[in-house]
């Protein structure tokens, strides 16, 4: 098991108005991973994510997939500043 990690996803496809974010949150939550998921301008959905990699890993799997009615076309990753990692919230939130 490795130590935690911080990551912020941005996934683009048919990923609005099909239950994403509250999808992602769900699995974030059931994973023990923090953070939060927004709808973005562009149509594509951000999260910043913190947990054990594993559980990040597994949760970039699962938004890879998203849920049904959603297409995913790419997710990429990115690491956000280390100071970022506090101030993520527990449970998994979904932002408007």
Excluded: C, K, Y
């Excluded at 990690?5 to 059931?30: K, S, Y």
């Excluded at 990040?56 to 990692?85: F, I, K, Q, Y």
């Amino acid at each position: 098991m490795s130590g935690p990690v911080i990551h912020r996803f941005r996934v683009t496809g048919r990923v609005q108005g099909v239950g994403f974010r509250w999808f992602v949150r769900e699995q974030a939550r059931a994973l023990g991973v923090r953070g939060w998921v927004q709808n973005e301008p562009d149509g594509s959905v951000v999260m910043e994510v913190a947990g054990a990699a594993e559980a990040v890993h597994a949760l970039r799997d699962a938004v890879s997939r998203g849920p049904v009615g959603a297409h995913v076309t790419a997710v990429s990753a990115s690491e956000p500043p280390e100071d970022d990692l506090v101030s993520l919230p527990m449970p998994f939130s979904v932002r408007r």
